[in-house]
């Protein structure tokens, strides 16, 4: 195998055309199986190899410098960059990041996995460069579906007005991003793909930048002959290359959207290895949201170029028509219109994964909630659950929204809540409401829950007691239950266990009337403590002798951590607030 030869980029270069197109299906190869036992991105890490390899070969890393955008198509780099063992080696699959990651690599500059990035850092670096008197290139490779984030354009407008001197953006465009892409510079691609590049309408030329076009970016020669012609230019320019998304494994070349990113599946049946067909809040979410679609045009459900996420795929997105809008990588716009459709009288709905919340602070605060504007927000993958690449860590979204003026944070703990909130919050016309699905698996109680939300943060005493009153919020409340059974089986004190509902305000009549009966208030919260909701509780009490006592994660990034060790580390199991408590009343 050739492969066993590539240690260092310095390898690529001794290969000839042939060596180097049998290299690409060995690092193809090496990817399919990797991400079959262990999951991982996969159409573009395929569709990428090629001009992976052609940069290497052309440029000398890490002197020449290569910024991914997302970093979802970094592999076959890690591959070349003296990484491979992490792919070809399972012992060794989670010695590596899923994402470009400085630390593992002189070969990586930045810990990259929110989109759009690429250029603007790539022009840090090439900036720096210059008024060092340097003269390496710096190249930022960014795909097509990043192209319609906003800061991708402002990036593109400083490169071609303010930057006169070295700069390279390859362009790989695949004619997808992780859906299929949505917005009106994706049609000036198409014509410029159809041309081969000749097209009078360019929008980079238009940006004031330099242009090339290659037709075929899964040709070796064709990238590398690219790439030659621009190595060391003193000017910006785009290499605009034309790949295959899912390349070398048929059914993601057809079947582009679920093979974006894989959970482990069987190569022989192409099936998913762990299937889960048990009922689950996005499942509930959706056939929530499709009925009340159908039901109320007025209802629009408004996605960032996640539809995944929220169980809406190609049939059902058709199903729902122009109900169902798609901004592409562009959450900031998904608030403002969201904002737009609410104030006058439309019923908007935007779901969105917690981490990439993070990206619409400023719009949040001023287009929606200093307007007041009636939008509905779901948040996903909230908590210590799932996804924990430091990138797409989704702890932090309770202190960003839930300390915005005007905003309605819910958190539900069932299925039952969550859905009577998401009713409240579509059809009522006074605040802005977010709502974070519960983190886990779903929790049914199979009775309807009533309650008036407009009756802001008015909490539900789920248990009286005393002595110790439990505020669990969202996921954490059954964690509450928990604790609170396993108090009164140990001492044979029934405390008093409260459910919040609301994430963004206290229930001040509540929380004075404990103070009756109760010397302890312990708060669970499933997101970071810092400016979070147990913090609202421990400010109310200050000036009083009850204590308070808040358990959540505590501020940090975390890369690939295990959940069950950073609860434990946060003391967020049950036997450990228990032991908490128990060390505390017998003092």
């Given at each position: 195998?050739?492969?066993?030869?590539?240690?260092k980029?310095?390898?690529?270069?001794k290969?000839?055309?042939?060596?180097?197109?049998?290299?690409?299906?060995?690092?193809?190869?090496?990817?399919?199986?990797?991400?079959?036992i262990?999951?991982?991105h996969?159409?573009?890490?395929?569709g990428?190899?090629?001009?992976?390899?052609?940069?290497?070969?052309?440029?000398?890393?890490?002197?020449?410098?290569?910024?991914?955008?997302?970093?979802?198509?970094?592999?076959?780099?890690?591959?070349?960059?003296g990484?491979?063992?992490?792919?070809?080696?399972e012992?060794?699959?989670?010695?590596?990041?899923?994402?470009?990651?400085?630390?593992?690599?002189?070969?990586?500059?930045?810990?990259l996995?929110?989109?759009?990035?690429?250029?603007?850092?790539?022009?840090g670096?090439?900036?720096a460069?210059?008024?060092?008197?340097?003269?390496?290139?710096?190249?930022?490779?960014?795909?097509?579906?990043?192209?319609?984030?906003?800061?991708?354009?402002?990036?593109?407008?400083?490169?071609?007005?303010?930057?006169?001197?070295?700069?390279?953006?390859?362009?790989?465009?695949?004619?997808?991003?992780?859906?299929?892409?949505?917005?009106?510079?994706?049609?000036?691609?198409?014509?410029?793909?159809?041309?081969?590049?000749?097209?009078?309408?360019?929008?980079?030329k238009?940006?004031?930048?330099?242009?090339i076009?290659v037709?075929?970016?899964?040709?070796?020669?064709?990238?590398?002959?690219?790439?030659?012609?621009?190595?060391?230019?003193?000017?910006?320019?785009?290499?605009?290359?034309?790949t295959?998304?899912?390349?070398?494994?048929?059914?993601?070349?057809?079947?582009?959207?679920?093979?974006?990113?894989v959970?482990?599946?069987?190569?022989?049946?192409?099936?998913p290895?762990?299937?889960?067909?048990?009922?689950?809040?996005?499942?509930?979410?959706?056939?929530?949201?499709?009925?009340?679609?159908?039901?109320?045009?007025?209802?629009?459900?408004?996605?960032a170029?996640?539809?995944?996420?929220?169980?809406?795929?190609?049939?059902?997105?058709?199903?729902?028509?122009?109900?169902?809008?798609?901004?592409?990588?562009?959450?900031?716009?998904?608030?403002?219109?969201a904002?737009g459709?609410?104030s006058k009288g439309?019923?908007?709905?935007?779901?969105?994964?917690?981490s990439?919340?993070?990206?619409?602070y400023?719009?949040?605060?001023?287009?929606?909630?200093?307007?007041?504007?009636?939008?509905?927000?779901?948040?996903?993958?909230?908590?210590?659950i799932?996804?924990?690449d430091?990138?797409?860590?989704g702890?932090?979204?309770?202190?960003?929204?839930?300390?915005?003026?005007?905003?309605?944070?819910?958190?539900?703990?069932?299925k039952?809540?969550?859905?009577?909130?998401?009713?409240?919050?579509?059809?009522?016309?006074?605040?802005?409401?977010?709502?974070?699905?519960?983190?886990?698996?779903?929790?049914?109680?199979?009775?309807?829950f009533?309650?008036?939300?407009?009756?802001?943060?008015?909490?539900?005493?789920?248990?009286?007691?005393?002595?110790i009153a439990?505020?669990?919020l969202?996921?954490?409340?059954?964690?509450?239950?928990?604790v609170?059974?396993?108090?009164?089986?140990?001492?044979g004190?029934?405390?008093?266990?409260?459910?919040?509902?609301?994430?963004?305000?206290?229930?001040?009549?509540?929380?004075?009337?404990?103070?009756?009966?109760?010397?302890?208030?312990?708060?669970?919260?499933?997101?970071?403590?810092?400016?979070?909701?147990?913090?609202?509780?421990?400010?109310?009490?200050?000036?009083?002798?009850?204590?308070?006592?808040?358990?959540?994660?505590?501020?940090?990034?975390?890369?690939?951590?295990?959940?069950?060790?950073?609860?434990?580390?946060?003391?967020?199991?049950?036997?450990?607030?228990?032991?908490?408590?128990?060390?505390?009343?017998?003092?």
């Amino acid at each position: 195998m050739l492969l066993e030869k590539i240690n260092k980029p310095e390898d690529i270069k001794k290969l000839n055309f042939n060596e180097m197109r049998e290299l690409a299906q060995e690092i193809r190869d090496t990817i399919i199986k990797r991400d079959a036992i262990y999951g991982g991105h996969f159409g573009p890490n395929l569709g990428i190899v090629e001009t992976t390899i052609a940069l290497h070969y052309v440029f000398n890393s890490p002197k020449d410098k290569f910024v991914f955008d997302v970093s979802h198509q970094t592999y076959p780099h890690k591959i070349i960059t003296g990484r491979k063992e992490a792919f070809i080696d399972e012992k060794h699959f989670d010695d590596i990041t899923g994402y470009s990651n400085q630390y593992e690599s002189e070969h990586d500059h930045f810990i990259l996995g929110h989109t759009s990035t690429s250029i603007s850092l790539a022009l840090g670096l090439a900036k720096a460069r210059d008024v060092k008197g340097e003269t390496e290139n710096i190249i930022a490779i960014i795909g097509d579906g990043s192209l319609s984030g906003g800061e991708a354009l402002e990036g593109l407008n400083f490169a071609g007005s303010e930057l006169n001197s070295n700069f390279i953006i390859v362009v790989n465009d695949n004619d997808m991003s992780i859906a299929e892409n949505h917005g009106g510079l994706y049609k000036n691609l198409k014509l410029l793909r159809d041309t081969d590049g000749t097209a009078e309408t360019n929008l980079f030329k238009a940006m004031g930048l330099n242009y090339i076009y290659v037709k075929d970016g899964n040709d070796i020669e064709q990238v590398i002959e690219a790439f030659q012609k621009v190595k060391d230019i003193e000017q910006p320019i785009v290499v605009h290359i034309s790949t295959q998304k899912g390349k070398g494994y048929k059914q993601a070349e057809i079947d582009k959207e679920p093979w974006h990113y894989v959970m482990p599946f069987d190569l022989e049946t192409m099936e998913p290895k762990s299937k889960n067909n048990s009922e689950n809040y996005t499942k509930v979410t959706r056939e929530y949201l499709l009925k009340k679609m159908k039901e109320d045009k007025k209802v629009v459900l408004i996605t960032a170029g996640t539809p995944g996420t929220l169980g809406f795929n190609k049939k059902t997105r058709d199903e729902v028509g122009s109900q169902f809008i798609d901004v592409g990588i562009a959450e900031e716009t998904a608030v403002a219109i969201a904002s737009g459709m609410a104030s006058k009288g439309a019923k908007p709905i935007f779901g969105v994964v917690s981490s990439f919340i993070q990206r619409t602070y400023d719009q949040l605060s001023q287009d929606l909630a200093i307007n007041n504007n009636p939008a509905t927000f779901i948040i996903y993958y909230g908590g210590a659950i799932g996804m924990t690449d430091v990138t797409h860590l989704g702890w932090f979204d309770i202190p960003l929204v839930s300390n915005i003026p005007n905003i309605v944070y819910l958190a539900p703990s069932t299925k039952e809540e969550h859905l009577a909130m998401l009713e409240w919050a579509i059809e009522q016309q006074k605040y802005p409401v977010v709502i974070r699905i519960p983190g886990g698996n779903m929790v049914s109680t199979g009775k309807e829950f009533k309650k008036d939300f407009s009756k802001l943060n008015t909490f539900e005493m789920k248990q009286q007691g005393k002595k110790i009153a439990i505020i669990g919020l969202g996921t954490f409340y059954q964690l509450g239950e928990q604790v609170a059974k396993l108090y009164e089986e140990k001492t044979g004190i029934n405390l008093t266990v409260i459910n919040p509902i609301y994430a963004s305000g206290i229930d001040n009549k509540m929380l004075e009337d404990l103070k009756r009966e109760h010397d302890l208030v312990v708060t669970l919260e499933d997101g970071v403590l810092d400016g979070g909701f147990g913090e609202k509780i421990a400010r109310f009490y200050g000036n009083s002798n009850v204590k308070v006592l808040n358990y959540g994660l505590k501020k940090e990034f975390l890369d690939k951590v295990n959940i069950s060790e950073l609860l434990k580390i946060n003391r967020l199991k049950k036997e450990l607030i228990l032991e908490d408590l128990l060390n505390l009343t017998d003092k």
